[in-house]
């Protein structure tokens, strides 16, 4: 016997609401903010994964930028929702484990918010223009201790890896590189480029497209294994600096007074997005890589980690916000 179309439309909408239970009730959109301007890898993972959510979930995602405030803004815009899971954030790791060491937050990133799923992860890549005369990574620490005390380093803000890494490299390989802050890559990429710093450590997303278009020339890479987009550039480790792996996320954030159903229910719901083919597709062609084995409390343990270790570096070498 057919089932008239109405019956089968009602057992489908009764089977949603037992998979998804309470966070689903109801037909308001999910509001996923992004601490970030149009554009960037939040905006970008965040559009892409939502438009997938809300195919999965029969309820839209709608992105809001509000970007400042090295996230906090974001990040209080979800605070200040009601805790039901229906105002989420889509951030970088740096939101919670490099800003708050140089920005004062309103709120504590550790306790007051919650990781709820990684959907991609990235690394920094170490980049000069393609003119350096250095053809590989020996090459150009050798080129910048013929110029000692007078060569600089770009990073796409203060307080983040990308200003880290170069401290640490300048500091292990006896460089004395001058700091140069910029407010994002583009900025920094362009005077880079143009020759106004020497190198940069930087992300893979704004990166690769000047590494492919042959602007760039590549030295190595921040993981503990080579990137699948830069097979033949060797890892930070294999070249004697271990303490220079960055490998960060990007993902869901909630309230940490998110109920545990709600939770639980949440990080299914954003692993299914994440596994559909065209979005893991979508995250590989801007160089990242997706995410989708680990958990929430694995993800929350290793956020801690990054905190402290990053904190050691800032206290190490006095590092503020400009």
């Known amino acids: 016997m057919k089932m008239p179309h109405l019956a089968r439309a009602a057992v489908a909408l009764v089977g949603c609401s037992l ?5 689903a009730l109801g037909e308001k959109p999910v509001r996923l903010v992004v601490p970030a301007p149009a554009g960037g890898t939040m905006d970008i993972v965040a559009r892409v994964v939502g438009q ?15 970007p400042g405030a090295g996230g906090s803004i974001g990040l209080q815009a979800m605070l200040q929702a009601p805790p039901d899971g229906n105002t989420l954030v889509m951030a970088a790791s740096n939101v919670l484990a490099e800003t708050p060491q140089v920005v004062k937050m309103p709120f504590d990133p550790l306790k007051d918010v919650v990781p709820i799923a990684a959907v991609a992860r990235s690394g920094v890549v170490l980049v000069t223009a393609a003119g350096f005369p250095a053809k590989d990574f020996q090459g150009l620490v050798a080129e910048l201790k013929a110029r000692k005390g007078k060569s ?11 200003q880290y890494a170069g401290l640490i490299l300048s500091d292990r390989a006896g460089l ?12 920094a990429l362009q005077d880079l480029l143009g020759g106004q710093v020497d190198m940069m450590f930087d992300g893979m997303l704004t990166s690769m497209p000047l590494i492919k278009a042959g602007k760039l020339r590549p030295y190595a890479f921040s993981g503990k294994t ?15 600096y271990p303490e220079l792996q960055f ?6 954030i909630g ?19 994440a596994q559909a083919p065209a979005v893991q597709q979508k995250l ?23 905190f402290e270790r990053n904190a050691a570096i800032v206290r190490k070498f006095h590092i503020q916000a400009n």
């Open 19 to 23: 998979a998804l239970g309470a966070w």
């Open 284 to 306: 590989a062609d801007v160089g990242l890589e997706p995410e989708l084995s680990i958990d929430t409390p694995a993800l929350l343990s290793e956020t801690r980690a990054m």
């Open 52 to 66: 997938q959510m809300a195919l999965d979930i029969g309820r839209p995602v709608v992105v809001e930028n509000r």
């Open 176 to 187: 004395d590189m001058q700091h140069v802050g910029y407010a994002g890559s583009p900025p």
């Open 255 to 273: 309230s940490s007074k998110l109920l545990p159903d709600v939770l639980a229910k949440l990080h299914a719901t954003i692993q299914k997005a």
């Open 247 to 252: 490998r960060g996320w990007v993902g869901f």
């Open 152 to 162: 600089s380093f770009a990073s796409y803000s203060p307080g983040t890896v990308s």
């Open 226 to 240: 080579r990137s699948n987009y830069l097979p033949d550039v060797p890892t930070t480790t294999e070249l004697g």
